[in-house]
Structures are given as C-alpha cells and as structure tokens.
C-alpha cells in the first residue's frame, strides 16, 4: 500500500500539534490555570518547532507514511544543526535561530525523498543489514553532512 498523507494533511496535522503547544503554554500561564508543568510541556512542544516540521514534512512525503523517513528526518536535522554549528559559532542554534527552521525544512524534504527513493535499496550480503528502510537513515545523514558542510561556510 502506497499512500501519502499529501501536503494540505500533514500541514493540518502540524497545526494540530501546534494549536495543542499553544494551548498548553496558554493553559500553563498565569492568566488561566497557572501550573507550570503544563505551561512548560506547551514550551517544549512550541519551542522544538523545528524538529516537527522536519518529521512532519517527511510522513507526509514519504511513501507509506513511514516511521523511517521520521527518524531519517530527525537525524538529518540534527546533523545539519550540530554540523554546522561546530563549524561557525556565529549561529543561533537555539529555538529562535532562523537555521533551525531552514534545517528543519531541509532535513524534512530531504529525508522524504531519501525514503522515497532508497527504501528498497538492497546491498551486498556483508552490509545486507543495512539495506532497505535501514539504508534511510544513513544516506539522509550522508547528505545532511554535505548540507551542514555549506551552512556552516555560508551561514551569518
């Protein structure tokens, strides 16, 4: 079965989750119930913004909607961000960093494709572990390196 969630669901589903940070921060405050646990789960989903989208993006590009093409994603975030911070330190990397949004961004589309095109991806017997949905991870994380390589040189 080859369905995708389409672009119009998963930004749907990303407003979702969204909408329910927001109301947890705003629930948390002191204007309405005041309890800090549910004011800081509302910041944790809110301020990891970044990292939603980039597993959003990529269920929602990925054939079958696969839990691979998440981790793929998330795995790519975080080497762009990381990549490249230890290359400048002139970069924000914290929630209000404009680079963790194009990382998200990037590392979303990118782990989408990577599923799309190399989830059948068979290697020889040695590495046949790694094969398939496993091969994912690796070569979105191969080209995250490259991307994280670029922002680091380009990034002010």
Not at 33 to 58: E, K, R
Not at 79 to 95: F, K, P, R, Y
Not at 128 to 144: K, M
């Amino acid at each position: 079965m080859q369905t995708k969630l389409g672009l119009g669901k998963v930004v749907g589903l990303m407003a979702v989750v969204f909408a329910i940070g927001a109301i947890l921060y705003w629930l948390g405050g002191p204007s309405a119930a005041n309890v800090t646990f549910i004011q800081a789960v509302g910041y944790a989903i809110l301020s990891n913004y970044a990292i939603i989208l980039a597993v959003g993006i990529s269920i929602g590009m990925a054939k079958e909607n696969q839990g691979a093409a998440a981790l793929a994603a998330f795995l790519g975030f975080e080497v762009i961000v990381q990549g490249a911070n230890s290359l400048t330190s002139s970069i924000d990397i914290g929630d209000k960093g404009s680079i963790v949004l194009v990382a998200g961004l990037i590392a979303g589309v990118l782990a989408g494709y990577m599923y799309n095109r190399y989830h059948k991806t068979k290697l020889p017997a040695v590495l046949a572990f790694f094969g398939g949905r496993r091969f994912v991870p690796i070569i979105t994380a191969g080209a995250c390196l490259l991307i994280a390589f670029v922002l680091g040189h380009i990034w002010h």
